[in-house]
C-alpha cells in the first residue's frame, strides 16, 4: 500500500502561481497529477517517473498546461511537487496526486493508477 498526501491547493488570482505538493509513504514507478472540475472528466495534469531509473526518465504535460506548469521530484523524500504559474480561471479543479508502482499503461488514464491523494482545492478567480 501506498499514502499520498496532498497539500498547497487555495485560491489565486488569474496570472498567479500556487505550488502542490504530494508525499508518497514509499517508493514509487510513477506519480501523476490530475485535476477535476465539477461535471468534467479527470484530466492528466503531469507526470513524471519516480523510480529507480530503468530508461524511463520521461516527464509528461497535459496540452493545456504546458509552458505554464513545472512538474519535478525529490527523490529523497519521495516527493512530487507542481509548481503552477499564470493560472488560469479554466485551471480550477480538484488536484489529485496518483502513483503506480509498475510502469504499463498511458500517463494520462486515471485506471492505470492504483493509489490517490485525497485531493487539493484549486480556484482561480479574475
Known amino acids: 500500500q501506498v499514502q499520498l498526501v496532498e497539500s498547497g491547493g487555495g485560491s489565486v488570482q488569474q496570472g498567479g502561481s500556487l505550488r502542490l505538493s504530494c508525499v508518497a509513504s514509499k517508493l514509487t514507478y510513477r506519480m501523476t497529477w490530475f485535476r477535476q472540475a465539477p461535471g468534467k472528466e479527470r484530466e492528466g495534469v503531469a507526470s513524471i517517473f519516480t523510480g529507480i531509473s530503468d530508461g524511463d526518465d520521461s516527464i509528461y504535460y497535459g496540452d493545456s498546461v504546458k509552458g505554464r506548469f513545472t512538474i519535478s521530484r525529490d527523490n529523497a523524500k519521495n516527493g512530487v511537487y507542481l509548481q503552477m504559474n499564470n493560472l488560469q480561471i479554466e485551471d480550477t479543479a480538484t488536484y489529485y496526486c496518483?502513483?503506480?508502482?509498475?510502469?504499463?499503461?498511458?500517463?494520462?488514464?486515471?485506471?492505470?493508477?492504483?493509489?490517490w491523494g485525497q485531493g487539493t482545492q484549486v480556484t482561480v478567480s479574475s
Open positions: 496518483a502513483a503506480i508502482l509498475r510502469g504499463g499503461g498511458a500517463w494520462d488514464t486515471p485506471s492505470v493508477y492504483n493509489y
